[in-house]
């Protein structure tokens, strides 16, 4: 089994809170890595499932092991027996693991009954420091991150990432909540396929679709919410020029993009016209991912004036902030250097990395020309050893 650089984090919050809930999207591994703590397992999208816990919950709640429940969300009733069991022994830690695939219904539970008795934290499909194979490494960008999507198998992609849009459009979502009829659905998907790594527009895409633009901002919320598509919002900062506020739109896994865009391998993907597009929002899930893992607390931001200054990721961390750019070269130039530290001013950065392709990375510890192992490193020396 793969090791997953969230596993000593989600040990600390469980020593340190009586539940944790690991959450993310279906098939990244939660199941896997929660049964790797040993412990008490339950699927509670299965009735028998249910009934088991049901039936045994006196003994679960006597024993000392770990009690791991999957898919919570499915079953709502689990919720305030939670709360009870957790305020009648509120000094001991580390009892409950609670997993969801879709945050707002589990959120939903979680703000109702046990606010203030979780922690919770977030697993990604494998992000690069995962994976110790080259050959991984290298299809990573293409094929995602997700174990079944074809990063441990190469003949999976794009196969499995069609499936696994059927199965969430067609079940999971309307399951959820998500309103729409399929063909709305399908079509929205692809439209959102169409508009990675663009600035949001809700009327634009809802005039396509025959639908308001507050009904379409209410369908997002749950491609959201399924951890399919992140809004990444604009940096507002305080200088004398016109700013874009709008969010920008990203599909967090490359591979689910690349599939829905019809790309079949690294070739074609280098043939896009927006295959810069799509290394920049790869680019930004990494490091996001990457930063989720140390347990630091941070917000990501892009930055965009109307006179098209921009950075593509603007990182507020214990209170430094950090501008990073994306680009699709393995030799950037002084320019793009230029105009980076030229925007940097602008927003007050104290960090500031170029982000491409380059053999050569170079620069220290506040500014440089990094590809994204080096820039993963800086940020595990710089937060991991704080």
């Known amino acids: 089994?793969?090791?997953?650089?969230?596993?000593?984090?989600?040990?600390?919050?469980?020593?340190?809170?009586?539940?944790?809930?690991?959450?993310?999207?279906?098939?990244?591994?939660?199941?896997?890595?929660?049964?790797?703590?040993?412990?008490?397992?339950?699927?509670?999208?299965?009735?028998?499932?249910?009934?088991?816990?049901?039936?045994?919950?006196?003994?679960?709640?006597?024993?000392?092991?770990?009690?791991?429940?999957?898919?919570?969300?499915?079953?709502?009733?689990?919720?305030?027996?939670?709360?009870?069991?957790?305020?009648?022994?509120?000094?001991?830690?580390?009892?409950?693991?609670?997993?969801?695939?879709?945050?707002?219904?589990?959120?939903?539970?979680?703000?109702?009954?046990?606010?203030?008795?979780?922690?919770?934290?977030?697993?990604?499909?494998?992000?690069?420091?995962?994976?110790?194979?080259?050959?991984?490494?290298?299809?990573?960008?293409?094929?995602?991150?997700?174990?079944?999507?074809?990063?441990?198998?190469?003949?999976?992609?794009?196969?499995?990432?069609?499936?696994?849009?059927?199965?969430?459009?067609?079940?999971?979502?309307?399951?959820?909540?998500?309103?729409?009829?399929?063909?709305?659905?399908?079509?929205?998907?692809?439209?959102?396929?169409?508009?990675?790594?663009?600035?949001?527009?809700?009327?634009?895409?809802?005039?396509?679709?025959?639908?308001?633009?507050?009904?379409?901002?209410?369908?997002?919320?749950?491609?959201?919410?399924?951890?399919?598509v992140r809004r990444l919002q604009s940096y507002q900062a305080n200088i004398k020029k016109r700013l874009v506020k709008s969010p920008k739109l990203y599909w967090r896994d490359s591979g689910l993009v690349h599939s829905l865009l019809n790309v079949t391998d690294r070739r074609a993907l280098l043939a896009q016209p927006w295959v810069g597009s799509s290394w920049e929002g790869f680019v930004i899930e990494q490091i996001i991912g990457f930063l989720s893992t140390l347990g630091r607390h941070f917000e990501p931001y892009y930055f965009r004036t109307s006179d098209q200054h921009e950075v593509d990721l603007v990182l507020e961390i214990e209170g430094e902030l950090w501008a990073i750019e994306a680009k699709l070269t393995a030799s950037p130039s002084p320019a793009q250097m230029g105009r980076l530290d030229r925007v940097s001013e602008m927003i007050g950065a104290s960090r500031r990395f170029l982000v491409s392709q380059t053999p050569d990375p170079s620069g220290d510890e506040t500014r440089g020309s990094y590809n994204l192992p080096s820039l993963i490193e800086l940020l595990r020396r710089r937060y991991l050893l704080s």
């Open 1 to 228: 089994m793969i090791s997953r650089l969230i596993h000593p984090h989600l040990q600390e919050l469980l020593a340190a809170y009586p539940a944790a809930a690991l959450v993310g999207p279906r098939q990244s591994g939660k199941t896997t890595l929660a049964q790797s703590l040993g412990g008490i397992y339950f699927d509670l999208e299965q009735e028998p499932e249910r009934l088991r816990l049901d039936l045994e919950w006196n003994d679960v709640l006597a024993s000392d092991r770990l009690v791991v429940l999957d898919e919570a969300q499915t079953w709502p009733d689990v919720f305030p027996r939670l709360r009870g069991a957790i305020d009648s022994e509120r000094g001991r830690n580390g009892r409950f693991l609670i997993l969801g695939s879709v945050s707002p219904s589990l959120m939903t539970q979680v703000s109702e009954s046990l606010a203030g008795r979780l922690a919770l934290v977030e697993l990604t499909p494998f992000l690069w420091p995962e994976l110790e194979s080259e050959a991984a490494r290298q299809r990573l960008w293409l094929c995602g991150g997700f174990p079944g999507g074809g990063i441990l198998e190469a003949r999976q992609y794009p196969r499995w990432q069609r499936d696994y849009l059927t199965l969430l459009t067609q079940r999971d979502l309307p399951s959820w909540g998500l309103p729409a009829r399929p063909q709305t659905t399908d079509r929205l998907v692809r439209m959102l396929a169409a508009m990675h790594g663009q600035v949001w527009n809700a009327s634009q895409v809802g005039k396509s679709l025959g639908l308001s633009y507050h009904t379409v901002n209410s369908y997002l919320d749950y491609f959201v919410g399924a951890f399919l």
